[in-house]
């Protein structure tokens, strides 16, 4: 159904009259647009770093491993390549540490082009023996899960699913499929970090709108949408203002989808409207598709940008300059833990879920931007906030119950 998007600037359009022309904006007595510093500000005292985590991420120290372990650690990516920029890119910078870290380490790689690559380099990487498959990526959880359940002796650990009571682990009853005690769940709560990156984005628009677009419709993508949108609605409700937020609906799911995660002049395109309705700053959830809308930001001058999984800023240098910040999912950290558990317990270890609390999550430098101290502070607020409430939509429920007395 969304076919019909690609490439298509006009039914882009459409979508923009009829649907998406979201306005994040928190009820207010003022009816006035006001629009803060833009990048480059001067006038206010600056900062060069994101806000840091207020509670210490929690540690686990392994002991060494037993001498003479080894472990071959072999990732499957998702499409979009090893070198994506983003997060297949960033799951093999883990494997990567791993392998010049751990003694006795060793990593392979397959890239998927296609869906119909996942289970056959699933089964080619088994068939060589290696100790752990690490597959990267939500897309590849059915294949994922029917390899582990054919052979449970195999050690998984997939990034963005994890096994539940729900398809593909499951029926359509809920009855688990196999116990799927061979495979770990690397899983982020991304929208804790977007909430902040939306809320500094409305800050730092000079237009009065910001936007987003996804590759697909599907929970890694929008999730990332979700947090971004509600952090611009946050910013509203406290400084009474009226930013919009274009691209994506909370509340219906209605949004701007590319389709796919490759095509960079699909990046341009979905950009260029986004643009065209009022934006200044995008933030592209789309792997490389996001390379589209780098290159067009710095050809025109007309955007900035907030990349997505890795610091655009270190993986896409060449468009520096148009970087605002970028959402970061540590996942290098994550898959490095999880061949470390190999190599020392001989398992994979529990589950996993990253958030702002044990630094999973969280925002890239401002780098060479210059943000107003006053906004650096306020996102480092809502950050600590967000920590203290235990989730995003903890803190959300709170801010909206009614207050006693």
């Given at each position: 159904m969304f076919a019909g998007l690609r490439r298509r600037g006009a039914l882009v359009a459409l979508l923009f009259a009829f649907a998406l022309l979201v306005a994040a904006c928190a009820e207010s007595d003022s009816s006035t647009t006001t629009t803060s510093a833009a990048p480059g500000t001067t006038a206010a005292p600056t900062t060069t770093a994101p806000p840091s985590t207020t509670a210490p991420p929690e540690t686990t120290t392994l002991p060494p491993p037993p001498e003479g372990n080894t472990v071959l650690a072999c990732q499957v990516s998702?499409?979009?390549?090893?070198?994506?920029?983003?997060?297949?890119?960033?799951?093999?910078?883990?494997?990567?540490?791993?392998?010049?870290e751990l003694e006795g380490v060793s990593i392979e790689f397959l890239e998927s082009q296609d869906a119909a690559d996942y289970r056959p380099n699933?089964?080619?990487?088994?068939?060589?023996g290696c100790d752990v498959i690490l597959t990267i990526g939500f897309l590849l959880a059915a294949d994922t899960a029917a390899a582990a359940a054919d052979n449970p002796?195999?050690?998984?650990?997939?990034?963005d699913q994890a096994p539940g009571p729900f398809e593909p682990w499951a029926d359509a009853s809920g009855t688990m499929l196999a116990d799927y005690l061979n495979v770990r769940g690397i899983t982020f709560e991304t929208d804790e970090?977007?909430?902040l990156a939306g809320y500094l984005a409305a800050g730092m628009s000079e237009s009065g709108a910001v936007g987003t677009y996804g590759g697909l419709p599907i929970p890694p993508v929008t999730i990332f949408m979700d947090g971004f949108v509600r952090g611009v609605a946050r910013y509203n409700e406290v400084n009474g203002t009226s930013v919009q937020a274009l691209g994506y609906d909370v509340e219906t799911g209605d949004g701007l989808f590319t389709n796919n995660f490759e095509s960079q002049d699909d990046?341009?395109?979905?950009t260029q409207t986004l643009i065209d309705n009022g934006a200044?700053?995008?933030l592209p959830v789309a792997g490389p598709?996001?390379?589209?809308?780098?290159?067009?930001?710095?050809?025109?001058?007309?955007?900035?940008?907030?990349?997505?999984d890795a610091d655009w800023f270190e993986t896409a240098p060449e468009y520096g300059a148009i970087y605002l910040t970028s959402v970061l999912k540590n996942i290098d950290v994550a898959v490095f833990n999880t061949i470390n558990n190999v190599l020392v317990l001989g398992g994979?270890?529990?589950?996993?879920?990253?958030t702002l609390a044990n630094d999973g999550v969280g925002l890239a430098p401002f780098h060479d931007v210059a943000v107003p101290q006053e906004l650096a502070d306020a996102v480092a607020a809502e950050q600590a906030a967000i920590i203290a409430a235990g989730s995003l939509e903890a803190y959300l429920e709170a801010l909206a119950a009614p207050e006693e007395g």
């Open positions: 998702d499409v979009g390549g090893i070198d994506d920029k983003s997060f297949n890119q960033s799951a093999w910078k883990g494997s990567q540490d791993a392998a010049a699933i089964d080619a990487f088994i068939n060589q002796e195999q050690l998984f650990g997939i990034v970090a977007a909430f990046g341009r395109a979905f200044d700053i995008v598709v996001g390379n589209g809308t780098a290159a067009l930001c710095a050809e025109t001058s007309a955007c900035m940008m907030i990349g997505v994979i270890g529990n589950s996993y879920i990253g």
